[in-house]
């Protein structure tokens, strides 16, 4: 995916953050237990947050303390026992991961690109092969986003919506989500899914520029004001579904993410600061972005 | 229902906690919030969850004889808020043009069938007044186009300010595309604090410490 969606860590407790890289790790060792070692490399901080999410949401996940194998300098540390809700993060992550690589593709025309691409075709093989439906949704959004692109809309609606609608296939086809809380994580990941494109497409619009690609703030002419607007009612959505959702006992970790994480990322982005030069510009107005 | 885990209170949470708990849901879960939101029902679910067990809380109260303050009136369960129909805040119903055709969108977009309330809105002979703005706003909210919604939401407000429905949803978006000033969350990770703490993090990582 594109890790946009991820924890203020300066704000988590110990705990919270052990959890936090207990599920990163252990839908990186699903990963490579589920496709093979190459392509843990697509391992994404999203997924982090799917295996985080789906097992607040389900059954909790143990841990266990383990050692990382390209890593083996470190010490042993908790990771996350296997579960379908890492194995799930696991397959999204490798579908996901492909069809970015696809996208970069037609953006760019770069040889990482091909290489991951080429890398990623036995696994996402797989993984479709696991999850007929949702290989679908993707194929559809990914159909749907190259008409946008062709048709050049300048509105952010449209294409914001295609992986608004992919991020909620994601969640529709969890396999441990309980039926009753189906509406609400659709609409709260129909929301991220936007925000996500929207983050991005901003975030690129220098490159995009310089490589003639498309990007609906570029072809509107949309102001950072008006973005970070938008940005922020799909992030007002998303956590208002997300209040809906029974999450018994409130995870600390998920609160973090949904209410400072995002919001944290979105500034970042909006104010055009490296994630660590965050505190030598300081915001002239604090907590308002427009 | 365990009412006391509904509110998130401990079963010897005092009175004042008890309401303390029970408002703080409300204005969480309040209808204005979600007027337009496809979960609308969902979130008048969710309150009258609350007021059921706001209620059962203070009546206990009120028989083991303590205080009766916040009875079963205190609570928002007069039924308005649960109501899940577009009705006029503002008492008049539209009578323009298209009435008919107006009111029949609304009660689709009620039951989230945009695809139908759209047909309606689409058609021939539709006027495209303040009226129609707005609903073609509402559509796009539940849908989630908020870029086209907020320019129809506002053409309909620029249209006829005086109407209730056309302003709270005007002003409602306006405060959720503001960003919030939640508790202060807008300084600290540009704060000095903060950068001490990735220094070390850094510091961690080339000690083959403790680093992603």
Known sequence: ???????????????????????YCGVCKAIGKRYGQIDRLALSYDAAFLAAFLSALGTKASFTRGNCGPRCYRGKRPIA?????????????????????GDDLLDEKKVVSVASRAALRPARKKAARRHPELDEALNAGVERLHEIERAEVSSTDEPSDTFGQVLAAVIRFAPTLPETERRACEWMFYNLGKWVYLIDAWDDREKDEKDGAYNPFLLSGMQRDAAGFLLNITLAEAEKAYDLISIDPRSGLIENIMRLGLRSVQRRVLQQEGCCNAGQTPPTDKGDIR | MNPYKVLGVSENATQEEIRAAYLELVKKYHPDKYTDNPLKELAGEKLKEINQAYEMLTKKQSASGSSGAYGSNGGYSSGSYNSGSYSRTNGSAYSGPNAAEFARARSYINQNNLNAARTILDGANVVHNAEWNYLYGVVYLRQGWYEKAYACISKAYEMNPNNADYRNAYVSLNNSGRAYSRGGNGDFDASPCCDICSALMCLNCCCGGDCF
Do not use: T
């Open chain 1, 1 to 23: 995916m594109f890790g946009y969606i991820r924890p203020l860590e300066c704000e988590l407790k110990v705990r919270e953050q052990q959890e936090y890289r207990a599920h």
């Open chain 1, 81 to 101: 026992d296997p579960s379908a809700a890492q194995d799930y993060a696991a397959d999204v992550n490798v579908l996901l991961a492909w069809y970015k690589a």
